[in-house]
Structures are given as C-alpha cells and as structure tokens.
C-alpha cells in the first residue's frame, strides 16, 4: 500500500500527488482532473476533507474548508462572470448567517442564506445607492423591511410578498422622522473569516426572476418613486427647497399606505405624527420581533466554542451509540461508583475505537451511563 509522498495517474487521465496513508490519498496534496480544473490541499481518507482551494477550468476558484468532497464551513469563491461570494456551507449548499455576495455589477448582498439563496435577515445595496434592508426569501424580499432611496427620495416601510409590496406600509420623505426599525445587519458589517459561496446562477435566482417578469422590479420602484415625489411636490433638483420649508414648519407629508401583490388600493396623508393604525402595526412588529428572540447563539466555525460543540457530539453519539445496543435491566449496585465510569480518547485522525473528527484531540468521560440512559 502507499505510504508516505507520491504520485499517481489513473486510466481516466485524473492525476494526484501529494501524501499518502494506507494506499489511500492522506494528507496535503494536489488533485488534477483532465479537464483542467484543480485541487490543491487536504485529504482525508481519499477524500477532499479540511482546507483547500479548488480552481475549475472555468477560472470559477473556491478557498475554504471542505468535506467528504463537498464545501463545508467556510470559504471565498469568486465566479467566472466577476461575481464574489463569501458565507458559510452546509453539504455543499450556502447556507448561515454572514454571508456577503457582490455582483460584478456592483450590487452587494449582506445577510443570510438558505439553500443557496438569500432567506433571512439581509442588506441589499444597488450599485445606485438604494438599499433595502429586511426579511427575505428564496432570494426575494418576503416580510418586514425598508427600501430607502439615494436620490433623496425618503423611505418606504412595509411588508413585502415575494418580492412585492403587500400590506399596509409608510413613505417618509428624506429627513421626516421614522419609526424605529430593527436593522437585520449593516452591509459595512465585517465578515470575520474567509467564507464559502453558493453559484451565482443560485444566489440571484430570485433577482434574474423578477428581471424577466414584464415590468422589472427596479422599473417599478423607478415608476412608484417617480410617482411618490410627484405626490410629495419635490424631485431631484428640490431637495434644497424641501429641507427649506422643514425650517418653515411645513415638512413634506407622510403618505400612509396599503398594497396588495404589489398594487396600491389606498393611501392616506398623514402628519408628522404616525396614524393610529400605524402605530398598532408598529406595536404588532415591535411584539413579533421580542417574541421571535431565543436562548441560545448560533455556532459556526470560527465560533470561539465551535471545538466544544464538535467535541460535546461526538461524546454523546459515542455513549449513545455504545450503551444502546445493551438490554435493558434493572439498576444495579455495580452501576454506580467510580467503576462505572469509563475514559475514551478522541484523537483528530481517529483510532480503533473513535472516528476522525475536526476538533482538537480531547479525553471524553461516562459518568454512569447505564444509570442515565
């Protein structure tokens, strides 16, 4: 069997040299498939496992962490089109919180995603300053959220239904006072680590959909904010005169209104002071969001307790998976004390006893297992 540095072609032209164990590939090395794409990093067992950078003959490149050949953890990609993805994988999948996605265009994506589509809490940032920044789902806005314009054309905040407005919501002109809003993630936030990225053809799916559909929905924001200054009596070159009659204790109203699948069936003009039905909308938000709020901090890797967790698993599958398998009895004597307590070494690469495992090696102790099972 091979053992140590060495190479080896196949019949199918894939060839790898690197470091082997047991007549497997074990170790660092580099992977060449005959269509020109690359691998150049861990291996476990014959597989692409721990850290390493795959480059396709695309020129499409992923850094990042891997598992059982499939992206796992965290990683950075960058597409053959230009388009940069950082985030965290699940099963080859993007999948966490984080995650950051820049189009070549200039757009750039902060937030989270779910089955390689932004779904969650997120910051979308066109290339023209309008950001929206809320809920989404299956790449699309889907819940609460904000869309301000960078042209001085306010604020809309509402509820939005597959990409579409729907529900009540408010227009604020630039500078008139807004409610509090819970803002999901900043898009100068830091993403700490390199991350991994889904295709580009997933992450903007739900983009590329809307942007086939007859009106696009940046033409429809373009035609409704057209409309919304020409209600509130300003445009572009009237900004000036707009903060002006704010100095004069005439401010620009707030239009408060209701959508359904993205077309307005009322509006109503409100003062500066928020309606009462507003204000209850706001109530019911403010309530959801407390009530959505639980124990507990999600873990990823990087994550200062992420070897604790690992380590903490697989000592519960190992006891579980060990005591299981005995009958079941009554509690005796023997089962108590420190006889019943068992030491097993967990060692990264693994033993007879133990798999291999992405924590540091650590000892893992059963205190009684037949007494708690």
Known sequence: LAEGFGDCVWPDGCKYEGEWRCGTRHGTGK???PSGSTYEG???NGYIHGSGTFTRSDRLTYTGRWRLNLKHGLGHQ????GDVFDGSWIRGTPEGPAGKY????????VGDMRGGKMSGKGTLTWVNGDTYEGSWMNGLMHGFG?????????????TWTK???????????????????YAPRKQNQAVSHIQQHATSKQVAEGIIKSRTSNVSLERRWSLEVSIEKLLLGYDRSSNASLLDGEDQGNP????????MQGVLISEMVLSSSFSPSYKKAMRRQTKSMLEAKRPGE????????????LSLQLGIRYTVGRITPIQRREVRISDFGPRACFWMSFPKDGSQMTPPHQSEDFKWKDYCPLVFR
Do not use: C
């Open 78 to 81: 960058r597409y053959p089109n």
């Open 31 to 33: 992977l060449v498939w």
């Open 102 to 109: 820049r189009w070549r265009n200039g757009n750039v994506y």
């Open 146 to 158: 904000v869309y301000t314009w960078a042209d001085g054309g306010g604020s809309y905040v509402g």
């Open 163 to 181: 990409g579409l407005k729907d529900g009540k919501g408010a227009l604020y002109p630039r500078g008139s006072r807004q409610p509090y809003v």
């Open 298 to 309: 999600q873990i990823i890797k990087g994550h200062r307790s992420y070897d604790l967790m």
């Open 252 to 259: 620009a109203p707030i239009l408060e209104r209701e959508y």
């Open 42 to 44: 861990e291996f476990s």
